[in-house]
């Protein structure tokens, strides 16, 4: 796999840009997973804002754990900090009839989609050229269900990318920021369904 640097300029050679600093927004489901994100773009030298919009999450409570770790991180990296809407009677109807499905099922499909899709709009309105999310590094989820949401979402929008890439790779440095970091560390996806595994 082609370092990111080189994976972010074929991003950006094929939408013909000369752009050498992409604008990037990251979707960030929480600190843990987003951490060696944010710390190897930054060692790329790409700056990104991170966008928080996770409706799925529940309770509240747990909500506002995550995002407040979200915003800390950020805060130390000096990096821009939108926080969307918690829209969870919206997340609730559109993955009604899911709740028995499976982790890694039709429900964590439309759950992607939702948020992917929040993003990629937020993305194109301010002029992001990618779009990224924790999301493809996170344990509980199938990468492709990821990856696959991510490349629908932006295509719906002209000239916006999703930035697919094995972020996996970083699980090691990502448990070492974790533990420097002492972040909050959940032990499940979110949702109220996935609790339940």
Known sequence: MPSLQIRLNQYLQSKSEAETDPRILLHSCCAPCSCAIIDVFLETSVVPTIFFYNPNIHPH????KRKEENIRYAAKR???FVDGDYDAENWHIAVQSLEMEPERGK?????FQKRLTATAEYAFKKDFQLFATSLAISRWKN????????????????GLNYFRYPWHQYTHKMNAITKEEIFYKQNYCGCVYSKKY
């Open 61 to 64: 409570q747990e909500y506002l």
């Open 78 to 80: 000096n990096l821009s």
């Open 107 to 111: 429900r964590c499909v439309v759950c």
């Open 143 to 158: 990468i492709d269900q990821v990856d696959t949401c991510g490349e629908d979402a932006a295509s719906k929008y002209p």
